[in-house]
């Protein structure tokens, strides 16, 4: 440890000393006001990094303790000690009362630098859903790890848990992830960036879309929900600065134009939610709970201001037009109004709600701080959690084809390259499915579109580059929902016969196979020397690292290989 830490450590402890035995702030405050401003959470995780401290803490029997704030300049830990309800049993804390509150010592530990320590025996891995045929995917941004999941639209089944991957700095509090009017991109904004970002349709950083030119908090500050007007124009929910509680809208090209919703009758907007002849806005304060205007963005009445539910975030319009809210604050759960803003109940099977979606099977999906959550939609009854994080909106993507999002690195190339990714039948002898050709490499996944594969059918995966190594994925995969991600760079065990070389910690295609015969040998590196000896120079198969020039370095590599008797592994 060094004196730096030592230090900083001895102050957090002498700091402490003089604070009451628990924060002065309350569960449900620290919860209103985080969620109000996350900045808040932001500050607080840095300085518990500072102190070596953990973020988040998950025990074996479903309890939980995340930092939220600080008080006093000590980091505060909102415990949940009820996955779906937060408010039941929950309190705040310091870090040293938490071993005597829950059961750290079979927790899972996120120290939030990378350092996470299990001791629950995997009780926190992902399951994945096996559902077929379904082509609409639920997108959900997960504010813990800074990314966005998507779920089966169905049956409310995990399908992949990085979509849009964790990507820092862009993403510090994804709130709503919405498909850009293309149909293909999605557009996310962030709260605490004070962006709507634009990510590509295999998941890459795009830019951020508004406002032009970059962050302005005096355009946009403490965003919220975002939303689509038919002419293709974006509203965005403000909560702070020159624009508090106001929608500010912007055209196709991002170029802001201006306050289209005035804070007349908006009071911390979080959600907007478009109907065919009005629009709704929820409001986390005040007693005009949701608001109504024309689609022009001009008053029309207060849909619902009665005290059944608070602090309302993301509104859904069911089949028959009814409208359910995610209600955050007590009375909290899903909120069930008429078309006209009646009120008709509220499910509190699932409190502290962010999201809110009606499944295909007639169920809800909601999201909370500890996870997503699929309830029955008559009794409000909890019927699973699917994913645990501090989960947000909840909001549908369709892709535009039968999709594989692919990750692979080469072994001698930094950058990305052509190859081509086929699919084979999963018995012998192997027949070729279905091949397509895509860019990939450089840890950016390529995107390859299929016509020919059948749901829940399994495939061997086959990638094939102009001078690397063959590579087979290391079981048949299947497609669930239209949709197969498969990344070769975490683990050896991803390809087949671990045939992939270890590029610290990243697993990368073998090169050297210049005359893609299947092997690394002699008559590669014949090659190889030929066009070296002659200065061959461009994109040729016997350039290994990509560099425009044939030379000795790429002679090294196909040496190295050959010698290691590198050559193709199939089942």
């Excluded at 929950?90 to 899972?108: D, M, P, W």
């Excluded at 830019?207 to 908090?217: E, I, R």
């Amino acid at each position: 440890m060094t004196r730096f830490t030592c230090l900083i450590t001895a102050i957090y402890f002498t700091a402490v000393s003089v604070l009451s035995a628990a924060p002065v702030i309350n569960f449900q405050t620290l919860l209103e006001r985080s969620e109000s401003d996350p900045s808040v959470i932001v500050q607080a995780r840095q300085t518990a990094i500072g102190l070596g401290l953990p973020i988040s803490i998950k025990t074996i029997d479903n309890q939980m303790a995340e930092v939220y704030a600080l008080e006093g300049g000590i980091p505060v830990y909102a415990v949940i000690r009820n996955f779906a309800n937060p408010y039941d049993g929950g309190l705040t804390a310091f870090h040293y009362e938490l071993s005597s509150l829950i059961n750290t010592a079979v927790a899972r530990i996120d120290y939030g630098n990378g350092r996470i320590t299990d001791n629950t025996g995997g009780h926190y891995d992902l399951r994945f859903g096996d559902a077929s045929g379904v082509t609409t995917f639920l997108m959900v941004p997960d504010i813990t790890n800074d990314r966005v999941y998507i779920f089966n639209s169905t049956n409310g089944d995990l399908i992949d848990t990085a979509f849009i991957p964790q990507s820092r700095p862009q993403l510090s509090t994804p709130k709503h992830a919405l498909t850009h009017y293309n149909g293909k991109d999605v557009l996310i904004a962030d709260q605490i960036t004070d962006l709507v970002q634009r990510y590509n349709e295999n998941g890459t950083y795009n830019n951020y879309f508004v406002p032009l030119g970059g962050v302005n908090t005096s355009i946009l500050d403490n965003i919220r929900g975002i939303r689509y007007r038919s002419n293709n124009n974006l509203l965005v929910t403000v909560g702070s600065s020159a624009n508090q509680n106001t929608v500010q809208q912007f055209d196709t090209l991002g170029n802001h134009l201006g306050t289209f919703i005035t804070n007349s009758n908006l009071n911390s907007p979080f959600d907007i939610q478009i109907r065919s002849a009005d629009m709704l806005v929820s409001n986390s304060s005040g007693t005009n709970r949701i608001s109504a205007y024309d689609l022009n963005g001009t008053f029309l009445s207060s849909f619902y201001t009665g005290s059944a539910f608070a602090f309302p975030q993301q509104m859904q319009s069911n089949p028959n037009g009814d409208v359910i809210v995610a209600a955050f604050s007590p009375p909290s759960g899903i909120a069930y109004l008429t078309q006209s803003g009646s009120y008709v109940k509220i499910l509190t099977g699932v409190t502290g709600n962010r999201g809110v979606y009606l499944l295909g099977n007639g169920r809800y999906v909601t999201t909370n701080g500890a996870g997503i959550h699929e309830i029955d939609s008559a009794s409000g009854a909890l019927i699973r959690t699917i994913a645990t994080g501090s989960m947000q909106y909840i909001e549908k993507y369709v892709p535009s084809a039968i999709t594989m999002r692919i990750n692979f690195e080469f072994e001698a190339i930094d950058a990305q390259d052509t190859v081509t990714v086929e699919l084979r039948d999963s018995n012998s002898p192997y027949n070729l499915v279905e091949s397509v050709r895509v860019v990939g490499g450089n840890n950016i996944p390529a995107l390859a579109r299929f016509t020919s594969p059948t749901m829940n059918t399994p495939y061997y995966i086959v990638v094939k580059h102009r001078n690397s190594i063959e590579t087979w994925s290391s079981t048949p995969r299947s497609f669930n929902s239209y949709y197969l991600r498969y990344d070769f760079t975490t683990s050896p065990t991803q390809a087949y016969g671990n045939n992939m070389k270890d590029l610290g910690g990243r697993m990368a295609f073998y090169t050297g196979d210049a005359n893609q015969d299947g092997v690394v040998d002699g008559s590669d590196a014949g090659l190889i020397d030929n066009d070296a000896f002659n200065f061959a120079s461009g994109y040729l198969a016997t350039d290994l690292n990509y560099d425009n020039i044939v030379d000795a370095t790429d002679a090294a590599y196909a040496d190295n290989n050959a010698f290691n008797f590198v050559g193709v592994i199939r089942p």
